[in-house]
């Protein structure tokens, strides 16, 4: 399996940037696995056939580009433009969005109704959707596709600013790789932790359109993001990928209690 799994991963190219880079959902796997109940670290090796959930966290981004999968493409995020404010409010999606998904993964996790196939597949996607619904652009305006259309220059290049969100700003404010940042930003009190993970997926979605919505203010198309944008918005950074990975891990302790 353990082969299987690699030959996908490296034989698929994605033709757009879907989600945190690589860096970003290895750390929330990384940190989620850090905090499984025995009981769920047993399932979830059993699963993945010995693999590490770090292993399969970028699946999903490459499996979407995928015939079998392309049914996923709108799974990664929810759009929310300013005059909605909310999910609840948003044009949804008719093949679902990251809130609809999550929830049904959780359910069909939870049914054991599932082979250890179709289980593999279910728990690599929760695995990195959860991740997804914690990058601040994953809940960006419909009209300019997350980001995708807005210019902004990062340290003189022009991209756009989705991707500074995605992995620039990951890759760039610390050269640490996963386990470090696991290292360094996992280090809560367990009474904090508990408070970080709590809510629903709606909950978190909301939060990260509020967080979204400032991010638009703070760098408007054709800003210039360096230093200064990168030392300001950096705890905001952490606070995420340390929220999505606590956050994953409680999904999958009550998944597998």
């Not at 699946?59 to 990664?76: G, I, M, Q, R, V």
């Not at 939870?110 to 082979?115: D, Q, T």
């Not at 979204?212 to 300001?232: F, R, T």
Request: net charge negative; glycine share 6%; charged share 25%.
């Amino acid at each position: 399996m353990r082969r299987v799994i690699l030959i996908t991963l490296v034989s698929l190219i994605p033709a757009l940037s879907l989600a945190w880079g690589p860096k970003g959902h290895d750390i929330v796997a990384y940190i989620a696995e850090q905090h499984l109940s025995h009981r769920a670290q047993e399932r979830i090796e059993a699963v993945l056939d010995g693999c590490s959930m770090v292993y399969v966290a970028n699946w999903l981004d490459n499996a979407s580009h995928t015939p079998e999968y392309a049914h996923t493409k709108t799974w990664h995020y929810c759009n929310v433009d300013p005059e909605e404010q909310s999910y609840a409010n948003s044009q949804k999606e008719d093949a679902g969005d990251v809130v609809t998904a999550i929830n049904s993964i959780v359910e069909r996790l939870k049914s054991g109704e599932l082979s250890i196939d179709e289980e593999r597949v279910e728990l690599m996607m929760l695995i990195h959707l959860v991740g997804d619904m914690h990058c601040p652009m994953h809940a960006g305006r419909l009209s300019d596709l997350g980001g995708n259309l807005v210019t902004v220059k990062w340290f003189g290049r022009e991209v756009k600013l989705h991707a500074v969100w995605d992995d620039l700003i990951v890759e760039s404010v610390r050269k640490w790789s996963y386990s470090e940042w696991q290292r360094e930003i996992d280090n809560v009190s367990r009474k904090e932790r508990e408070a970080l993970s709590a809510g629903t997926p709606l909950d978190w979605m909301n939060e990260t359109v509020a967080i979204c919505q400032q991010v638009y203010k703070d760098a408007p198309a054709g800003s210039e993001l360096s230093w200064d944008y990168q030392n300001d918005h950096y705890p905001l950074l952490e606070s995420q990928l340390r929220k999505a990975g606590y956050r994953l891990a409680r999904l999958l302790n009550e998944i597998y209690k």
